[in-house]
Nanobody, 116 residues
Framework: EVQLVESGGDLVQSGGSLRLSCVAF????????MSWVRQAPGKGLEWVSG????????NYADSVKGRFTMSRDNTKNTLYLQMKSLKPEDTAVYYC?????????RGPGTHVTVSS
């Protein structure tokens, strides 16, 4: 059974940092393009970042570019999202997903709240 489990969300002050993790079960994460997406309160899903299979190249939404870094640890079958210089508008539920644009299966999400 394919399963993704996110963790690391927390309440943090504006300007702070967090690292989100996403552990994959039932499949080898490195064999797939993967992504992070988020959903702010009352809004739709927003793509945040993606990482390519093979070379591991990453790309980011303009809203997070320069502040967020996505990476992958194949030995732990785990995806990461390092977030720094957090802003209140980053408040959302963050999901990891199969696919480069979040189009596949997602985990239950982890909550990030950034206070001003």
């Amino acid at each position: 059974e394919v399963q993704l489990v996110e963790s690391g969300g927390d309440l943090v002050q504006s300007g702070g940092s967090l690292r989100l993790s996403c552990v994959a079960f039932g499949f080898t994460l490195s064999n797939y393009d993967m992504s992070w997406v988020r959903q702010a309160p009352g809004k739709g899903l927003e793509w945040v970042s993606g990482i390519n299979v093979g070379g591991g190249g990453t790309n980011y939404a303009d809203s997070v570019k320069g502040r967020f870094t996505m990476s992958r640890d194949n030995t732990k079958n785990t995806l990461y999202l390092q977030m720094k210089s957090l802003k209140p508008e980053d408040t959302a539920v963050y999901y990891c997903a199969i696919g480069s644009r979040g189009q596949g299966s997602r985990g239950p999400g982890t909550h990030v709240t950034v206070s001003s």
